[in-house]
C-alpha cells in the first residue's frame, strides 16, 4: 500500500510522511486502517485524513542572496561558506531557509519541518550550489531524483598530501559517531548507512592536491569523513583532522605555507561547483556551475607559486 500511494503520486506527500500517517491509523482501505504491507486488490477504496500543516514558527528575514537560476517551481542558489542552511541547535536566525522565507515566502508549507524548500543541504562553511523547491510537487519531484541519483552533483576539495593515484573510490558506510554525537565517522555494520565517494586528481602541489570529488550518496559530513578516511582530510577541516600536520614532517618553507594557507581560509576547501538535475515540472536537464570563492581561487595562487620552483 504505501509503494503505491508513493508512486501514485496524487497526494502530494513523501513516502517517509505517507508512512507515519499509516502508522497512526489515518490511512483508511475500505474504511478500516491499513499496513503499509497491505496488497491492495482492484476496487479497494483509500482514503487519507491528512491534518493540516501548522505554518512554519521560523521568522522571515531579509538577507542577500545569490540567486543563479528561478522559476515557479526550484531556485538554483550559490551559497556562501558561513552560512547556515536551515536552524538547527544554537542557531535559529541568521540561516538561509530565514532568508528564503523573505525572499520567496510560498515555501513555508513546502518539504520538511523546520527547513521548508530545503532539498539537500551543505555544510555551514562549505561553499556553492544547491537547489531549493517553491512548492510541494517540486520539492517530492527532487528528492526522489536525489533518490534515483540523476541529480549530479561535483564538488572541488583541497586536501592535504598527495591521494597517489589519478582516481579512486571510496565505498565506506557512514553513521553517527557513538563518541561524539556531533561528528560523523565510517561505521561498518548496522550503524552505518552506504556512501560512496568518486574522486579525480585535477592538480598535485606535493603539500596538497585539488581534487574533483562526485558524490553518489549524499550522507551527512560524507566528503569530509571519506577523504579523511584516506589519510588526505580537506584542507581547513576542524573536525576532520584538515587542521592537523605532520609538522616534523615537513620543511620549514612547508610549514610556513600551511600556516599561511590555514590563516587565509578559515574553514574547510570544500566547494560546491556544479550542479546538475532535471527540472521537476519540464524533465529538462538543467546544469550549473559556481566559480571558486576568492579565499579558494588565492590558496591555489599560493600553492602553485610555492610548487613552480620545487618542481623545477
Same mark, same amino acid.
Given at each position: 500500500?504505501?509503494?503505491?500511494?508513493?508512486?501514485?503520486?496524487?497526494?502530494?506527500?513523501?513516502?517517509?510522511? #505517507?508512512?507515519?500517517?499509516?502508522?497512526?491509523?489515518?490511512?483508511?482501505?475500505?474504511?478500516?486502517?491499513?499496513?503499509?504491507?497491505?496488497?491492495?486488490?482492484?476496487?479497494?477504496?483509500?482514503?487519507?485524513?491528512?491534518?493540516?500543516?501548522?505554518?512554519?514558527?521560523?521568522?522571515?528575514?531579509?538577507?542577500?542572496?545569490?540567486?543563479?537560476?528561478?522559476?515557479?517551481?526550484?531556485?538554483?542558489?550559490?551559497?556562501?561558506?558561513?552560512?547556515?542552511?536551515?536552524?538547527?541547535?544554537?542557531?535559529?536566525?541568521?540561516?538561509?531557509?530565514?532568508?528564503?522565507?523573505?525572499?520567496?515566502?510560498?515555501?513555508?508549507?513546502?518539504?520538511?519541518?523546520?527547513?521548508?524548500?530545503?532539498?539537500?543541504?551543505?555544510?555551514?562553511? /562549505?561553499?556553492?550550489?544547491?537547489?531549493?523547491?517553491? /512548492?510541494?510537487?517540486?520539492?517530492?519531484?527532487?528528492?526522489?531524483?536525489?533518490?534515483?541519483?540523476?541529480? /549530479?552533483?561535483?564538488?572541488?576539495?583541497?586536501?592535504?598530501?598527495?591521494?597517489?593515484?589519478?582516481?579512486?573510490?571510496?565505498?565506506?558506510?557512514?553513521?553517527?559517531?557513538?563518541?561524539?554525537?556531533?561528528?560523523?565517522?565510517?561505521?561498518?555494520?548496522?550503524?552505518?548507512?552506504?556512501?560512496?565517494?568518486?574522486?579525480?586528481?585535477?592538480?598535485?602541489?606535493?603539500?596538497?592536491?585539488?581534487?574533483?570529488?562526485?558524490?553518489?550518496?549524499?550522507?551527512?559530513?560524507?566528503?569530509?569523513?571519506?577523504?579523511?578516511?584516506?589519510?588526505?582530510?580537506?584542507?581547513?577541516?576542524?573536525?576532520?583532522?584538515?587542521?592537523?600536520?605532520?609538522?616534523?614532517? #615537513?620543511?620549514?618553507?612547508?610549514?610556513?605555507?600551511?600556516?599561511?594557507?590555514?590563516?587565509?581560509?578559515?574553514?574547510?576547501?570544500?566547494?560546491?561547483?556544479?550542479?546538475?538535475?532535471?527540472?521537476?515540472?519540464?524533465?529538462?536537464?538543467?546544469?550549473?556551475?559556481?566559480?571558486?570563492?576568492?579565499?579558494?581561487?588565492?590558496?591555489?595562487?599560493?600553492?602553485?607559486?610555492?610548487?613552480?620552483?620545487?618542481?623545477?
Amino acid at each position: 500500500m504505501d509503494q503505491w500511494l508513493a508512486k501514485a503520486r496524487l497526494t502530494g506527500l513523501s513516502r517517509n510522511r #505517507l508512512q507515519k500517517l499509516i502508522d497512526v491509523g489515518r490511512v483508511l482501505v475500505n474504511g478500516k486502517p491499513g499496513k503499509s504491507s497491505l496488497r491492495l486488490k482492484p476496487g479497494d477504496k483509500l482514503s487519507l485524513n491528512v491534518p493540516a500543516r501548522r505554518a512554519s514558527p521560523l521568522v522571515a528575514e531579509a538577507q542577500p542572496l545569490t540567486v543563479v537560476f528561478e522559476d515557479d517551481a526550484v531556485m538554483v542558489l550559490d551559497k556562501p561558506a558561513g552560512l547556515v542552511v536551515h536552524p538547527g541547535a544554537g542557531v535559529q536566525s541568521g540561516t538561509l531557509v530565514n532568508a528564503l522565507l523573505h525572499h520567496a515566502p510560498g515555501i513555508a508549507k513546502v518539504g520538511g519541518a523546520g527547513r521548508p524548500g530545503i532539498v539537500h543541504r551543505l555544510d555551514r562553511d /562549505t561553499s556553492g550550489l544547491l537547489v531549493v523547491a517553491k /512548492t510541494e510537487d517540486a520539492y517530492q519531484a527532487l528528492v526522489e531524483a536525489l533518490r534515483e541519483r540523476t541529480v /549530479t552533483r561535483v564538488y572541488l576539495a583541497l586536501v592535504w598530501g598527495d591521494p597517489g593515484p589519478s582516481e579512486g573510490t571510496i565505498d565506506l558506510p557512514v553513521g553517527r559517531d557513538p563518541k561524539e554525537r556531533k561528528r560523523m565517522a565510517v561505521m561498518r555494520g548496522l550503524a552505518g548507512k552506504p556512501a560512496r565517494t568518486h574522486w579525480k586528481v585535477l592538480e598535485r602541489f606535493g603539500l596538497a592536491t585539488l581534487l574533483e570529488v562526485r558524490l553518489e550518496t549524499g550522507r551527512t559530513h560524507q566528503i569530509r569523513v571519506h577523504l579523511a578516511a584516506l589519510r588526505y582530510p580537506v584542507v581547513g577541516d576542524p573536525v576532520y583532522g584538515g587542521r592537523v600536520k605532520k609538522m616534523l614532517s #615537513l620543511r620549514q618553507s612547508e610549514r610556513s605555507l600551511a600556516d599561511a594557507l590555514l590563516r587565509l581560509l578559515r574553514r574547510q576547501a570544500l566547494h560546491a561547483a556544479q550542479l546538475e538535475f532535471p527540472h521537476p515540472a519540464t524533465g529538462e536537464r538543467l546544469h550549473f556551475r559556481s566559480e571558486l570563492p576568492s579565499d579558494l581561487r588565492e590558496a591555489l595562487e599560493r600553492l602553485r607559486a610555492f610548487a613552480a620552483p620545487h618542481s623545477s
